[in-house]
C-alpha cells in the first residue's frame, strides 16, 4: 500500500481479471509499534512508519481506484478508522483521526464522481491483531468497564452490517460519514 507502483500495478490487474472497481476498502493499519507510544517520545522513523501504512497507504489506494470507479458511474471507498481516534490519545489514534481527515476531503472531492468515500470507526473489537498486540489485556478491559453502553467487545462480525450499509444501494446518498460500531464507546466520559 505505501509502494505507488505496487498498487497501481495491483489495480491493473484488478481491472484486467474484473472489468474495474466499484469498491474499495481500506483496512490497513500499523500498530504494534505505535499502540502506546506517546508523541513526545516516538522516534521519526516509527512516526513515518505509522503514516505511510496508516494514511498514505489509503490516499494511494483511493487514488489509483477513483477513476476506474468514475469509468463505470460511481463507487464506494470505506477507510477503517479507530474508536481510539476520538479522542487520538497516541499516534495509532493521530495516523487514525488524520484519515478521517482524508475521508471527508476524497468525498468532497469524489462526490461530483459518485463516489462516496465514508469511514468505520470500531470499538474494541477481538480480533487476531488485537490478540497478539495485548495476550494480557486484562487491564485494558478493566479500564472500559462503565465506558461502553453495551458489551464490552465486539466481534469483526458485527462490523459487516456496516460496511455493507455503506457499499450497499442504500448507502447511495451518505459520504463524508464516519460510522462508529463500537457498542456505545463513542459516549465514554
Excluded at 506517546?38 to 477513483?66: F, H, R, Y
Excluded at 476506474?68 to 495516523?95: D, K
Excluded at 465506558?147 to 450499509?165: C, I, Q, S
Aim: charge should be negative; include cysteine; charged fraction near 15%.
Amino acid at each position: 500500500m505505501t509502494d505507488r507502483p505496487s498498487v497501481d500495478a495491483m489495480v491493473a490487474e484488478t481491472k484486467a481479471s474484473f472489468g474495474g472497481v466499484d469498491i474499495l476498502v481500506n483496512n490497513a493499519a500499523l500498530m504494534v509499534e505505535i499502540v502506546s507510544t506517546p508523541a513526545m517520545q516516538i522516534d521519526l522513523e516509527s512516526w513515518n512508519k505509522a503514516i505511510a501504512v496508516n494514511l498514505t497507504g489509503a490516499l494511494n489506494c483511493s487514488q489509483a481506484v477513483a477513476p476506474l470507479m468514475s469509468e463505470r458511474g460511481g463507487g464506494r471507498i470505506v477507510n477503517q478508522v479507530s474508536g481510539g481516534a476520538f479522542p487520538a490519545q497516541t499516534v495509532y489514534g493521530v495516523t487514525k483521526i488524520a484519515l478521517v481527515g482524508l475521508t471527508t476531503t476524497l468525498s468532497r472531492e469524489l462526490g461530483a464522481q459518485n463516489i462516496t468515500v465514508n469511514a468505520i470507526a470500531p470499538g474494541n473489537t477481538m480480533s487476531d491483531a488485537g490478540a497478539a498486540l495485548t495476550p494480557d489485556d486484562a487491564p485494558f478491559v478493566k479500564m472500559l468497564e462503565g465506558m461502553v453502553t453495551l458489551r464490552l467487545r465486539g466481534e469483526p462480525d458485527e462490523l459487516v452490517g456496516a460496511l455493507l450499509l455503506l457499499v450497499s444501494p442504500a448507502g447511495s446518498w451518505i459520504s463524508g460519514q464516519v460510522l462508529h460500531v463500537d457498542g456505545g464507546w463513542i459516549l465514554r466520559p
